[in-house]
């Protein structure tokens, strides 16, 4: 074919090829709103039989992602490209691909066993041993966890690192235990004071009754009597529950005319010193 015959048939060609792409960006359209469609139907499905936010979360993700992967296929065939062929070159490259995602496949299998194992569900406030993140878990992903920080700051986390890593659950449990270090003077009334401090954790709404509330002696230390005054909340109720706990203590030890010591160090100086 001459180069007179090439350009008769540009035209043509460029029109056919033209058509090829509109047809399918109009099909990856469709395709992008069958795949809400199904991935909506599996939500509402799963939450009908009441599965767990988050394990709703992560096959919503996985199958989104799957079916992604198969839109591309389709498309990538009806432009003459061998699924097949494809196939082949993704598996002469495994090893190397392998290497690429390793972290990815990572997060994925932690993933899978977060939802398996249950550490954790949607909702639960954690701590992350290796860095010290913490918040609420608000999303369980294919292969990331997000939680929502107090400050209300959305922190991501890998589920590999999740799955690999110390995780303290901090509402697994109804109840939590409030511990408050106050200190008052050796020359304070020791007695008295353990005594209003008692009463105001019995006069407290919201100190769980029938658990342990207490104030003993933690300490003799050298600026003065260190106290815990322990008590326990409703998980719900813990942080005010600390909060209120924690400033009357002060208020308390105040009005009974207890003193709480600043630090203090005793000098004794002797003659020699000066002779």
């Given at each position: 074919?001459?180069?007179?015959?090439?350009?008769?048939?540009?035209?043509?060609?460029?029109?056919?090829?033209?058509?090829?792409?509109?047809?399918?960006?109009?099909?990856?359209?469709?395709?992008?709103?069958?795949?809400?469609?199904?991935?909506?139907?599996?939500?509402?499905?799963?939450?009908?039989?009441?599965?767990?936010?988050?394990?709703?979360?992560?096959?919503?993700?996985?199958?989104?992602?799957?079916l992604?992967?198969?839109?591309i296929?389709?498309?990538?065939?009806?432009?003459?490209?061998?699924a097949?062929?494809?196939v082949?070159?993704l598996?002469?490259?495994?090893?190397?691909?392998?290497?690429?995602?390793?972290?990815?496949?990572?997060?994925?299998?932690?993933?899978?066993?977060?939802?398996?194992l249950?550490?954790?569900?949607?909702?639960?406030?954690?701590?992350?041993?290796?860095?010290?993140?913490?918040?609420?878990?608000?999303?369980?992903?294919?292969?990331?966890?997000?939680?929502?920080?107090?400050?209300?700051?959305?922190?991501?986390?890998?589920?590999?690192?999740?799955?690999?890593?110390?995780?303290?659950?901090?509402?697994?449990?109804?109840?939590?235990?409030?511990?408050?270090?106050?200190?008052?003077?050796?020359?304070?009334?020791?007695?008295?004071?353990?005594?209003?401090?008692?009463?105001?954790?019995?006069?407290?709404?919201?100190?769980?009754?029938?658990?342990?509330?207490?104030?003993?002696?933690?300490?003799?230390?050298?600026?003065?009597?260190?106290?815990?005054?322990?008590?326990?909340?409703?998980n719900?109720?813990?942080?005010?529950?600390?909060?209120?706990?924690?400033?009357?203590?002060?208020?308390?030890?105040?009005?009974?005319?207890?003193?709480?010591?600043?630090?203090?160090?005793?000098?004794?100086?002797?003659?020699?010193?000066?002779?």
């Amino acid at each position: 074919m001459n180069m007179e015959q090439i350009l008769e048939t540009l035209p043509e060609k460029a029109f056919h090829l033209g058509v090829r792409i509109l047809l399918a960006l109009i099909f990856f359209l469709i395709g992008v709103q069958v795949i809400k469609l199904i991935c909506r139907i599996i939500r509402q499905s799963m939450t009908r039989a009441n599965a767990e936010t988050g394990v709703v979360q992560f096959v919503n993700s996985f199958v989104k992602a799957a079916l992604y992967v198969i839109l591309i296929f389709m498309l990538a065939s009806s432009f003459g490209v061998d699924a097949a062929s494809i196939v082949a070159v993704l598996g002469s490259a495994g090893v190397a691909i392998g290497l690429a995602v390793q972290g990815s496949l990572s997060n994925l299998a932690g993933g899978v066993l977060i939802l398996l194992l249950k550490p954790f569900v949607v909702g639960d406030y954690i701590v992350e041993s290796a860095t010290g993140k913490e918040g609420e878990v608000s999303e369980i992903q294919i292969f990331y966890t997000k939680l929502l920080t107090p400050d209300n700051k959305v922190v991501i986390l890998p589920n590999g690192t999740l799955a690999n890593t110390s995780i303290t659950n901090v509402t697994t449990a109804k109840t939590r235990r409030v511990d408050v270090m106050v200190s008052v003077s050796y020359d304070a009334d020791l007695k008295k004071a353990k005594e209003v401090l008692t009463k105001m954790l019995d006069e407290d709404p919201k100190t769980l009754k029938d658990k342990e509330r207490r104030v003993f002696v933690d300490e003799l230390a050298a600026s003065g009597v260190n106290l815990c005054v322990r008590c326990w909340f409703a998980n719900e109720d813990y942080w005010e529950g600390k909060w209120r706990v924690t400033e009357n203590c002060k208020l308390t030890l105040d009005k009974a005319g207890i003193r709480i010591p600043y630090d203090q160090l005793d000098v004794h100086l002797s003659k020699e010193t000066f002779s």
